[in-house]
């Protein structure tokens, strides 16, 4: 747990987003508590985007300790950032927040996103990724894509930005650089003119909600892409469990992965900060089976 707390007898942590209605957030730390045998409970509170005054007033209840923990979706990762007292440097350096908690009487925003996806990725590719090599493609330029391209970048991997809006790409290479990590360049991302030789990367990841529900016929590459045999597939979209990119990468006999792992990843993290407990893994798989 974050130093210079003491730890509740009862947990009440709860995820800012808007819309909440399909979270699987809920699931995954009801069962997180109830695998450590810990009290507590895990609540939704929407909050509209133009909201400020209803995101101030929750995060009041958490100076307050009445909320031990939030976590932070969409499209509020970036609107809490004015109302924290301290980032960890990883919420910094990717400009977003994803986890909110009190350590002495300061709010810290931090961010778990681009820790959790590292943690799944490296067990995607497992003791494979030193034979890999470590250039990487990033589809997507949103905040998603920020968590993962730092910690691609971080980790020494060579990363290519390939994104419809050229300009956010560029925004994304420039926000990263300053942090001195590694960035190779964008691209543009269109169906009709994709023109990248996507066999010169080991990894491809998908940061876009193309193919997600209730979309679940859409990719981010063409119809008729052809994946080297080398390269991995890594689509963040996990709601349908096989999306179409990872659909179309395996029935080319290479190895795919949708986010749910991240998800976990990410999730766990999250509640062991909040915590001090780090729940087991396969438990909170199960609490979101289909």
């Avoid at 994803?98 to 590719?125: C, E, H, V, W």
């Avoid at 050229?166 to 023109?195: K, M, P």
């Avoid at 087991?280 to 089976?289: F, G, K, N, T, V």
Wanted: aromatic content about 8%; charged content about 15%.
């Amino acid at each position: 747990m974050q130093p210079g707390n003491l730890q509740p007898s009862t947990f009440n942590l709860g995820l800012i987003g808007y819309p909440l209605g399909h979270s699987l957030s809920p699931k995954i730390h009801t069962a997180a508590l109830k695998a450590c045998r810990l009290q507590g409970d895990y609540s939704l509170f929407p909050i509209p985007p133009e909201d400020k005054q209803a995101l101030q007033d929750l995060l009041i209840r958490v100076r307050s300790g009445e909320i031990h923990g939030l976590n932070v979706t969409i499209p509020h990762k970036q609107n809490v950032i004015e109302f924290m007292d301290e980032l960890t440097s990883t919420a910094q350096a990717i400009g977003a927040v994803n986890t909110i908690y009190m350590r002495g009487d300061k709010l810290i925003g931090d961010n778990t996103d681009a820790p959790g996806f590292l943690s799944d990725i490296k067990q995607f590719i497992g003791n494979r990724e030193s034979g890999i090599g470590k250039s990487a493609i990033v589809l997507g330029a949103g905040g998603s894509a920020r968590a993962v391209v730092y910690a691609l970048a971080n980790d020494g991997w060579n990363v290519t930005i390939s994104a419809r809006r050229i300009e956010q790409a560029q925004q994304l290479v420039d926000s990263v650089a300053g942090y001195r990590l590694q960035v190779a360049g964008y691209s543009n991302l269109q169906s009709s003119t994709f023109d990248i030789q996507l066999s010169t990367f080991n990894l491809i990841v998908n940061t876009t909600p193309l193919g997600m529900t209730p979309n679940t016929e859409t990719s981010p590459l063409p119809d008729n892409t052809i994946f080297s045999k080398n390269t991995f597939v890594y689509d963040l979209v996990y709601n349908p469990r096989e999306t179409k990119l990872v659909r179309d990468a395996r029935a080319q006999g290479l190895n795919a992965s949708t986010g749910l792992g991240m998800l976990i990843e990410q999730a766990a993290l999250a509640f062991e900060t909040w915590t001090g407990h780090n729940p087991p893994r396969d438990i909170l798989y199960q609490a979101i089976e289909p």
